[in-house]
């Protein structure tokens, strides 16, 4: 639990782009479960609102966009990022998705990580967002030795985790790479993810900001409030922040699928 005597700031965003500190010229990365592909599109979406342009990307396998997430794919040929084509699709479309290949119908597998560097060396929108990470659809997970899949320019990192994760058994249906979970809580197959053990998954070297930047802001991510209640969320939030991962100064508490998409900052005083 968060610790009495410690004092934080909290206030309501005026929209995600606030929330995340989303300015200028970004690479977003995120990582984790519990809502990154919406958080992925919502923030795409929330730029071309606000008159930006922005490109989302993978450099795991997402399942295929909708029509209402991006209005175009480009999906790359053999040859390599056709990068003065993807350029005068960014300014006709404002968004574009950029991906290797689709399969099936069903998904679509992601371009490399250096690619996704080479796509933001070009300055050719505003900002870029990846899905670095993959969880099957799981609010928590830790990676394995090959995850994430982080590009090097990242300037912002996104661990996302959903609040139906809190309190979730180790094992059952809502946690993903249940070994490597343990191996970074200290917990067993069976035991619950109390806000400690979920603060850990968070910030441990090991954890889901394995291998991001060391030059990148993290800014974690509690999605899903509305099935525990916004005082999880605060809670939960005040015990990342204890930590004091020298990375992480603030975290968000929201609700990707509420239509008002409210989101509260969370930062030590």
Request: hydrophobic share 40%; with cysteine.
């Amino acid at each position: 639990m968060a610790g009495d005597q410690k004092r934080y700031l909290t206030r309501n965003a005026n929209s995600i782009l606030g929330a995340f500190n989303v300015n200028g010229h970004q690479l977003i990365s995120l990582v984790g479960g519990g809502g990154k592909t919406s958080t992925m599109f919502g923030i795409a979406q929330a730029l071309v609102l606000n008159n930006y342009t922005a490109i989302t990307t993978t450099t795991t396998h997402i399942a295929v966009p909708t029509e209402e997430q991006t209005p175009y794919i480009y999906a790359r040929p053999e040859c390599g990022l056709e990068i003065d084509k993807i350029k005068d699709l960014v300014k006709e479309y404002k968004h574009i998705t950029v991906v290797n290949r689709t399969e099936d119908g069903q998904k679509v597998f992601g371009i490399t990580a250096e690619e996704v560097d080479a796509l933001f060396a070009a300055d050719i929108c505003d900002c870029i967002i990846c899905e670095a990470d993959g969880a099957s659809q799981r609010p928590v997970k830790c990676p394995r030795e090959t995850e994430p899949v982080f590009p090097a320019s990242t300037t912002i990192t996104i661990p996302v985790v959903g609040m139906d994760a809190l309190y979730a058994v180790i094992g059952s249906e809502k946690t993903f790479r249940d070994e490597y979970i343990c191996k970074v809580t200290g917990l067993s197959i069976g035991d619950e993810l109390g806000e400690d053990a979920i603060a850990k998954i968070v910030t441990d070297e090991h954890g889901l900001i394995q291998y991001a930047p060391k030059t990148s802001a993290v800014i974690p991510f509690l999605n899903k409030i509305d099935i525990t209640g916004r005082r999880a969320g605060e809670d939960l939030a005040k015990t990342i922040l204890d930590i004091d991962h020298p990375q992480i100064n603030r975290v968000i508490i929201g609700a990707m699928y509420d239509p008002l998409r409210q989101f509260t900052i969370i930062q030590k005083s």
